[in-house]
């Protein structure tokens, strides 16, 4: 029996407060399932398509089976009626439409646990959208929203400094409250004509019947009493021009919303008005017990008896019989907004043992997230079992890397002859051990009290970003636990050193799942725990520079602190006896400056001696032909210098102590923050990257080569905290780094010293920068050749603090101990 659901239907299988009878049929969320995965552009759209009533696709349910578990939805409230059927996909589609319906300002607002509110903008799309209607979606990481022209990107820091200054104004209890922590029901998306809550519209609706009049005024009531209607505000005490010129937009913009809902809910002929009338008619289309728009739900009745998960009907190491429920989940994921490999492991595994998630979620500091963490059990399962099985001594390495798994790998070892024993090893590792070996690493890389520690987001990211090497470490610390030892024997060089070396690699690394697997033989065949607490060692990073056998280079050798600061002062900065350097203004650097050309090959010259050493001592490849080690050379330096460039990490690692003390709360691995442009701070350019554009955004000509270079490299960065940067692009490097606004008293900033010390500037370094500015105000100084001295400041503040960052991380890591 197939079945023909309204929206609000569909929406009640989350939210209790859904304004319609409990449908014929209440889904749940089978274990299998992964979780709200969509984008917000994906939901705005959707809400577009249903309003001009669009087909959005059936819905497909399978009877509710007791066996494949239960998991909750996004949004799903308590006190919902029993599920009937278990939804196979649709998840994406149904959360999106509850989300349309969670009234989060009903009630307590402000304890409102949903970390996504859905608005709608009732100004025209603009142009280049195909929309008719703009929804709007906020998310806890964006209580201001995104773009509205483009919901995939993020908001300029200009109007997320405008919306914050409006957001503490229109809530005066909150005006000390930073941004991360703001309750989403205190905002509303900034980047909008006349934006209104949709659930406040479809709560009216339901309450007037459908009557869209009556519905309107309903509406409007509870419009009024939004924050944003706040009829005095703190932006009202203060004058124009006060502290930035946020003060200013926040003020204008605020107020031009404000005029827009109140036109579009009083004045039924205007413009805005007939907009909202024509929204609402819509709406309670889409409402209506006769409403013709429904979402069709395909009913299907899957044969039982050949179940995925370990029955006795299914013969072990018969993997040509599948579930049709797992493969149809399969299937159906490998469209739309599509599983990775990791996701649909997981979806297997969890159809298997339903209880997974519950054991997963237990871990206190996560670093990546469920699928991951699932994928890193499974491989460090099939470590331990390899090194219990059999093992071949005819060849020299006895132990291959265990890889991430496909889904048909996983499929087969779920159901091979081994099958019963592998499993009982994964469900007693993920029940008894896994807290303790995920916590382990998590205090390895990031123990707040050891000075050197990651930031908390360099150590998620290592998970995240570089999963072999996370895997590596998980790996040796449960070699140790089996060895009877572990990680806290180590000493603070030795644990320095180890974590010079993972960040090494998966910061450097050319290849890191190959240079990773270089290492697996020795790890899985160490016997001797104290050669094991000194793994990460000088010897074993040499075996993963070098070429391998068929003279691929896997891991660059790492140039030494000091190395680097020498080669950029000869080709750069100004060294004796070098010419074409920035120290003289008819210099070639000038107007010839290239960074591969000028700056990769040259260093690579430099650095030749050093590489031939490290990547192929004895020059000789196995075939006894000479190796190129001048090419090899020039690869591994402009890796390195490529990757150093831009490497937000390295710049966090030195920032570590004041972002600690800014975000203690902050949680990586929460889905809403593994993207960069979700994170509680901005990367800042000290020199403002406004002084190398023209009005219009171009280049500027005339502008060095070098400047431009440079301008975007880790040294004219720093990572600075949303609500305090300036969105005043233009503000020089001295107001930066010397004076104090209040609101930098939030962060503890109170002092010039402490400014410098969360720039990671030196006091004797703000001269450079002070230098680097002109006496007189023209902020397009740097294409005129007369301001060489001010050229030269910039470049040498820049390539200063470019060096000192990755010395700081060369040095404190002890990354000179493995070259």
């Known amino acids: ?153 993020r908001l300029p820091q200009n109007k997320i400094r405008a919306a914050i200054k409006a957001f503490q104004a229109v809530n005066p209890e909150h005006h ?24 406040m519209l479809l709560s009216a609706l339901d309450a007037a019947g459908g009557d869209v009049p009556a519905a309107i005024k309903l509406a409007w009531d509870r419009v009024q009493t939004l924050p944003m209607f706040n009829a005095t505000t703190l932006l009202d005490e203060q004058e124009a021009g006060d502290e930035d010129s946020a003060i200013d937009t926040a003020r204008g913009h605020l107020e031009a919303c404000r005029n827009s809902i109140t036109a579009a809910f009083l004045d039924e002929l205007s413009p805005l008005g007939l907009r909202l009338h024509d929204l609402m008619s819509r709406l309670a289309l889409l409402l209506a017990s006769d409403t013709p728009y429904r979402i069709p739900v395909l009913h299907l009745e899957l044969d039982e008896t050949t179940s995925f998960t370990v029955r006795p009907q299914l013969p072990p190491g018969d993997s040509s019989k599948k579930d049709p429920v797992e493969l149809l989940f399969v299937r159906i994921n490998s469209a739309g907004t599509p599983l990775g490999g990791e996701e649909l492991v997981y979806s297997l595994l969890k159809s298997a043992w339903v209880e997974a998630p519950a054991f997963v979620e237990t871990l206190v500091h996560k670093p990546a997230g469920p699928a991951r963490i699932a994928m890193l059990c499974i491989r460090l399962v099939l470590a331990r079992q390899q090194r219990l099985g059999p093992v071949s001594s005819s060849t020299s390495k006895r132990f291959a890397f265990p890889a991430s798994l496909s889904v048909d790998e996983f499929r087969r070892l779920m159901r091979g002859h081994e099958s019963a024993s592998f499993q009982d090893g994964l469900r007693r590792y993920i ?61 603070a060089i030795q644990h320095r050193r180890t974590l010079g070396f993972l960040t090494a690699v998966a910061w450097f690394g050319l290849d890191k799942t190959k240079a990773v697997a270089m290492l697996w033989d020795t790890l899985q065949a160490e016997t001797d725990a104290g050669k094991l607490l000194d793994f990460f060692n000088r010897r074993h990073f040499s075996q993963i520079c070098r070429l391998d056998e068929r003279l691929d280079l896997h891991m660059i050798p790492l140039v030494g602190a000091d190395e680097l600061d020498l080669i950029c002062k000869k080709r750069i900065t100004g060294y004796f006896g070098c010419q074409d350097t920035i120290t003289r203004q008819d210099s070639r650097i000038w107007k010839d400056w290239g960074w591969y050309g000028s700056f990769v090959e040259p260093a690579a010259a430099e650095l030749k001696t050093f590489y031939s050493a490290k990547l192929y001592p004895t020059k000789t490849s196995t075939d006894g032909s000479d190796i190129d080690v001048p090419e090899s050379a020039l690869t591994a330096c402009d890796h390195f210098l490529g990757v150093l460039w831009n490497c937000h990490p390295i710049l966090l690692f030195a920032q ?30 000290i020199h403002p990257q406004s002084y190398l554009r023209s009005e219009g955004g171009n280049a500027l000509r005339g502008m060095p080569q070098v400047i431009k270079d440079w301008h975007g490299s880790i040294g004219n960065l720093r990572a600075w905290p949303l609500e305090i940067n300036r969105s005043d692009s233009d503000s020089t490097p001295e107001l930066k780094l010397d004076s104090v606004a209040p609101i930098e008293r939030r962060y503890g900033l109170t002092q010039q010293k402490h400014k410098l010390e969360a720039s990671f500037v030196e006091k004797d370094e703000l001269v450079r920068w002070q230098e680097s500015l002109p006496a007189h105000s023209d902020k397009w100084y740097l294409k005129a050749p007369g301001a060489h001295d001010e050229r030269c400041a910039l470049v040498r503040a820049i390539v200063g603090r470019f060096n000192r960052i990755y010395r700081e991380w060369y040095q404190t890591l002890r990354l000179a101990d493995l070259q």
């Open 176 to 199: 000390e409250t930073r941004p991360e922590a703001f309750p989403l029901t205190l905002t509303w998306p900034w980047d909008s004509v006349a934006p209104v809550p949709l659930p």
């Open 656 to 685: 570590r102590k004041w972002l600690a003390n800014w975000f203690p709360h902050f949680n990586p691995a929460l889905p809403e923050f593994m993207e960069d442009k979700n994170r509680p701070w901005d990367y800042d350019h």
């Open 431 to 491: 029940k008894e051990e896994a807290a303790g070996t995920f916590e382990g690493a998590w205090q390895f890389l990031a123990d707040s009290k050891n000075s050197f520690a990651l930031p908390r987001v360099v150590a998620a990211e290592l998970a995240q970003k570089a999963p072999d090497v996370f895997f590596l470490l998980l790996a040796w610390l449960d070699r140790l636990t089996e060895l009877g030892s572990s990680a806290d024997r180590q000493s």
């Open 1 to 153: 029996m197939n079945y023909m659901l309204s929206l609000a239907e569909i929406a009640a299988w989350q939210i209790a407060s859904a304004p319609a009878q409990m449908g014929t049929m209440v889904a749940a969320l089978p274990a299998l399932q992964r979780g709200a995965v969509w984008k917000v552009k994906q939901i705005e759209e959707l809400w577009d398509s249903m309003l001009r009533q669009f087909p959005i696709g059936a819905f497909i349910v399978s009877p509710i089976d007791a066996e494949r578990g239960h998991q909750r939805f996004k949004l799903q409230q308590d006190g919902l009626p029993e599920a009937s059927h278990h939804l196979l996909d649709g998840q994406q589609r149904a959360t999106g439409i509850a989300l349309g319906f969670a009234d989060v300002w009903k009630g307590t607002a402000t304890d409102s646990p949903v970390r996504s509110a859905c608005w709608i903008d009732l100004g025209t799309a603009p142009s280049g959208r195909d929309v008719d209607f703009v929804a709007r979606v906020q998310t806890q990481a964006h209580p201001w929203g995104y773009s509205r022209t483009d919901p995939d990107a």
